[in-house]
């Protein structure tokens, strides 16, 4: 399973505008040949006036056949015609599932924000990174945390990066489980064996796209 993760920036003042055209057809449309995403935001703590959409697929060749069918569809065109010149920016990068993700019967939401992560790890040490996650650090941080929206590793784009999502009821909510979680002395010493092996990290808070109902 491949996720194709998208992240478009508007002009300032156009983000709500291009939910509400979005919303009244065009949504309907893309869905109709890339079935429903597996998220679209809205970033509220991060690079503003940015969307972010998910889109799930089994491998590149279904990925490819899809949006070749959707680009083809005269009402497609018509949109992106109409749409032109909203975006100041606009990347994606092709994900894929680390080797322990999808966990049966994990939490999938809905959820009131997410926290976007994504990290870069030093070159040639994702899979040692991988593997003391998973061995070591999935254990705790999901305890308390609790509501991992998805985990992923990068396949094409930036390299060496992991991406994972969680949900949370609020703010509130967020703050008092990372707390619980960073005074877990599993967690720390899982931390101290992992920072070495991180060269960067990034977040963004993002909320749900006001058509979008996961």
């Known amino acids: 399973m491949i996720v194709d993760v998208r992240s478009y920036t508007a002009h300032p003042g156009l983000l709500p505008k291009y939910f509400a055209d979005y919303a009244a057809g065009p949504f309907a449309v893309q869905t109709r040949h890339l079935g429903q995403p597996r998220g679209y935001y809205m970033v509220d703590t991060g690079v503003v006036n940015t969307t972010i959409h998910m889109w799930g697929y089994k491998d590149i060749a279904e990925r490819q056949a899809k949006r070749d069918a959707m680009q083809?569809?005269?009402?497609?065109?018509?949109?992106?015609a109409r749409n032109a010149g909203t975006f100041v920016a606009q990347e994606n990068r092709i994900m894929k599932a680390v080797p322990f993700w999808p966990v049966a019967g994990h939490p999938s939401g809905p959820y009131g924000l997410v926290d976007f992560r994504l990290y870069t790890v030093r070159h040639g040490k994702l899979p040692e990174l991988l593997k003391l996650y998973e061995t070591e650090g999935w254990g705790p941080q999901s305890k308390h945390l609790g509501n991992c929206v998805g985990y992923y590793q990068s396949d094409v784009g930036g390299q060496n990066q992991i991406l994972h999502l969680w949900?949370?009821?609020?703010?509130?909510?967020?703050?008092?489980?990372?707390?619980?979680?960073?005074?877990?002395?599993?967690?720390?010493?899982?931390?101290?064996?992992?920072?070495?092996?991180?060269q960067r990290m990034e977040t963004q808070i993002v909320v749900n796209a006001p058509f979008f109902k996961p």
């Open 72 to 80: 083809a569809d005269p009402e497609w065109k018509a949109w992106l």
């Open 167 to 198: 949900g949370y009821k609020d703010a509130a909510d967020r703050s008092t489980r990372r707390g619980a979680m960073q005074a877990d002395p599993a967690w720390q010493a899982y931390i101290a064996k992992a920072m070495p092996l991180l």
